[in-house]
């Protein structure tokens, strides 16, 4: 925490709620005011750093509610730890990361949260939050959840996909679900029918059929759809709210779309390379195509629009990376011959802010809109709001200072994300982060990192603030 003032000066200040021209003063890592630019208290202010924003927005800091660093998959780990990952969330301007710690098989959620605690103290540049993934429900896993809520670990992820390695089956989501309806947690949902797509996996296997376009083929559509339904109606009889994590298919969110209209506290994700990529990509030659193999997948084009649309009318909340980066030499390529074997991710946790600039330069969303659905629907989603997510008196001064002009093209040789590729290459975008003060103290200053490992601390959260 800094003792010292900054004063932010000149700027656009964005906010989900207000665009103003306006001075923020900063005391103690905290916003402690704003006043219009040239009013006489914004003029009466003095401080020890004076950041110029003229001609630039103040953006909060961006809140990215879906990462893995370091995460275990298929005999490899994400290539960027809480070290990098953090610092390459800085210089994308996003100040808080909300990552999944992992329930090993048959141990303790206590266990899993332990050893991601380890794996991010003294790491991140940024402050960080997790998530707890359920990979084994059970009596006592259910009654731990109970603990996690009240220590600050109030979202849990479940899986309809990945049989015999995360996937819990209906009985088990349901009684997660009304283990979070009775304590207040939130229950988010990895919605594909994992066990039909193994067989459609095998099946296109011994076709011959081992291209990375096939991942994306043999992960219909339909099967997240009917995995999404089925996620909501128990959500529906277990009475808990319900979020349903990476949403890439338009049937899918039709889903989500219905349960929302009937009035169901069920809420959505969907991450850039669903806005921004398709099955195009998958289809690159040469196995180039592993480098955008997730799940769920990445779909026909047509999708996209639904999923804007998705955006603009609130029917899906927050747009957050699912950052999983693996490297083309080596990971990606342990599914030469076999697309099942390609580990799944894809990295993003640098472009995020970036990318859905553009899409307010594209005109798809509105410049408030950009920050609700990147800073202050995730922050308030997952029970951070307004410590993040805002620029107001008392929150917390993750504060970016964002040229809007600016031209950048996007480039695994300039970012910094630890991973050999970048499945944005050679995309010109408008719009680059400046500076980044995390909690008043710059991270990035003027395109330059100036942060360290440890400056960012762990945030226990409050609960899901729009499910009550
Ligand atoms: O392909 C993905 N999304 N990898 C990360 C794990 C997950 O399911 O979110
Ligand atoms: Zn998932
Ligand atoms: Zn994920
Ligand atoms: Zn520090």
Same mark, same amino acid.
């Given at each position: 925490?800094?003792?010292?003032?900054?004063?932010?000066?000149?700027?656009?200040?964005?906010?989900a709620?207000?665009e103003?021209?306006?001075?923020?003063?900063?005391?103690n890592?905290?916003?402690?005011?704003?006043?219009?630019?040239?009013?006489?208290?914004?003029?009466a202010?003095?401080? !020890?750093?004076v950041?110029d924003?003229?001609? @630039?927005?103040?953006?909060?800091?961006? /809140? &990215?509610?879906?990462? +893995? #660093?370091? %995460?275990?998959f298929?005999?490899?780990?994400?290539?960027?730890t809480?070290?990098?990952?953090?610092?390459?969330?800085?210089?994308g301007?996003?100040?808080?990361?909300?990552?999944?710690a992992?329930?090993?098989?048959?141990?303790t959620?206590? !266990?899993?949260?332990?050893?991601?605690?380890? @794996?991010?103290?003294?790491?991140?540049? /940024? &402050?960080?939050?997790? +998530? #707890?993934? %359920?990979?084994?429900?059970?009596?006592?896993?259910?009654?731990?959840?109970?603990?996690?809520?009240?220590?600050?670990?109030?979202?849990?992820?479940?899986?309809?996909?990945?049989?015999?390695?995360f996937?819990?089956?209906?009985?088990?989501?349901?009684?997660?679900?009304?283990?979070?309806?009775?304590n207040?947690?939130?229950?988010?949902?990895?919605?594909?029918?994992?066990?039909?797509?193994?067989?459609?996996?095998?099946?296109?296997?011994?076709?011959?059929?081992?291209?990375?376009?096939?991942?994306?083929?043999?992960?219909?559509?339909?099967?997240?759809?009917?995995?999404?339904?089925?996620?909501?109606?128990?959500?529906?009889?277990?009475?808990?709210?319900?979020?349903?994590?990476?949403?890439?298919?338009?049937?899918?969110?039709?889903?989500?779309?219905?349960?929302?209209?009937?009035?169901?506290?069920?809420?959505?994700?969907?991450?850039?390379?669903?806005?921004?990529?398709?099955?195009?990509?998958l289809?690159?030659?040469?196995?180039?195509?592993?480098?955008?193999?997730?799940?769920?997948?990445?779909?026909?084009?047509e999708?996209?629009?639904?999923?804007?649309?998705?955006?603009?009318?609130?029917?899906?909340?927050v747009?957050?990376?699912?950052?999983?980066?693996?490297?083309?030499?080596?990971?990606?390529?342990?599914?030469?011959?076999?697309?099942?074997?390609?580990?799944?991710?894809?990295?993003g946790?640098?472009?995020?802010?970036?990318?859905?600039?553009?899409?307010?330069v594209?005109?798809?969303?509105?410049?408030?809109?950009?920050?609700?659905?990147?800073?202050?629907?995730?922050?308030?989603?997952?029970?951070?709001?307004?410590?993040?997510?805002?620029?107001?008196?008392?929150?917390?001064?993750?504060?970016?200072?964002?040229?809007?002009?600016a031209?950048?093209?996007?480039?695994?040789g300039?970012?910094?994300?630890?991973?050999?590729?970048?499945?944005?290459?050679?995309?010109?975008?408008?719009?680059?982060?400046?500076?980044v003060?995390?909690?008043?103290?710059?991270?990035?200053?003027?395109?330059?990192?100036?942060?360290?490992?440890?400056?960012?601390?762990?945030l226990?959260?409050?609960l899901?603030?729009?499910?009550?």
């Amino acid at each position: 925490m800094s003792s010292i003032r900054t004063l932010v000066r000149g700027g656009l200040v964005i906010t989900a709620a207000d665009e103003i021209h306006a001075d923020v003063l900063i005391e103690n890592g905290r916003v402690a005011a704003l006043a219009a630019h040239g009013s006489e208290t914004a003029n009466a202010w003095t401080a !020890e750093h004076v950041v110029d924003a003229s001609r @630039k927005y103040v953006i909060p800091g961006g /809140v &990215d509610a879906h990462t +893995h #660093m370091e %995460m275990p998959f298929g005999g490899t780990f994400s290539s960027d730890t809480f070290e990098t990952g953090t610092r390459a969330a800085a210089w994308g301007g996003t100040t808080t990361i909300i990552d999944f710690a992992i329930q090993p098989k048959g141990g303790t959620l206590g !266990e899993g949260l332990e050893a991601w605690h380890e @794996k991010a103290d003294g790491k991140c540049s /940024v &402050d960080y939050a997790f +998530h #707890m993934i %359920m990979s084994d429900v059970n009596a006592s896993s259910l009654r731990e959840m109970d603990r996690l809520v009240s220590g600050g670990v109030s979202s849990f992820k479940l899986f309809t996909a990945y049989p015999g390695v995360f996937l819990s089956d209906d009985g088990q989501i349901l009684r997660a679900m009304q283990r979070a309806g009775s304590n207040g947690g939130l229950v988010m949902t990895h919605a594909e029918n994992g066990l039909a797509i193994d067989v459609l996996v095998e099946q296109a296997l011994a076709r011959g059929e081992t291209d990375p376009r096939h991942h994306g083929e043999v992960r219909k559509a339909l099967l997240e759809a009917e995995a999404t339904h089925r996620v909501v109606r128990l959500s529906q009889v277990a009475g808990a709210p319900l979020y349903v994590v990476h949403v890439s298919a338009q049937e899918a969110l039709a889903e989500l779309t219905r349960a929302r209209d009937e009035g169901l506290p069920v809420f959505g994700e969907t991450c850039p390379q669903y806005l921004f990529l398709s099955t195009d990509n998958l289809a690159e030659p040469g196995f180039e195509g592993a480098k955008y193999v997730c799940s769920t997948p990445v779909r026909p084009k047509e999708h996209q629009a639904a999923l804007w649309r998705g955006l603009r009318t609130d029917d899906l909340q927050v747009v957050s990376t699912d950052h999983c980066p693996f490297c083309f030499k080596g990971q990606k390529e342990m599914g030469l011959g076999d697309f099942s074997r390609i580990p799944n991710g894809m990295p993003g946790v640098e472009n995020r802010m970036d990318l859905l600039h553009q899409a307010v330069v594209d005109g798809h969303i509105g410049r408030r809109r950009w920050i609700e659905i990147a800073c202050a629907s995730p922050a308030r989603m997952f029970g951070l709001y307004p410590q993040k997510g805002t620029i107001a008196p008392g929150s917390d001064a993750d504060i970016v200072v964002y040229d809007p002009h600016a031209e950048q093209i996007m480039s695994a040789g300039t970012h910094h994300m630890n991973v050999d590729y970048s499945p944005y290459e050679g995309k010109r975008v408008t719009g680059r982060v400046e500076t980044v003060l995390s909690r008043g103290v710059p991270v990035i200053r003027d395109r330059e990192y100036v942060g360290h490992p440890g400056h960012g601390g762990y945030l226990p959260r409050g609960l899901c603030q729009y499910a009550g």
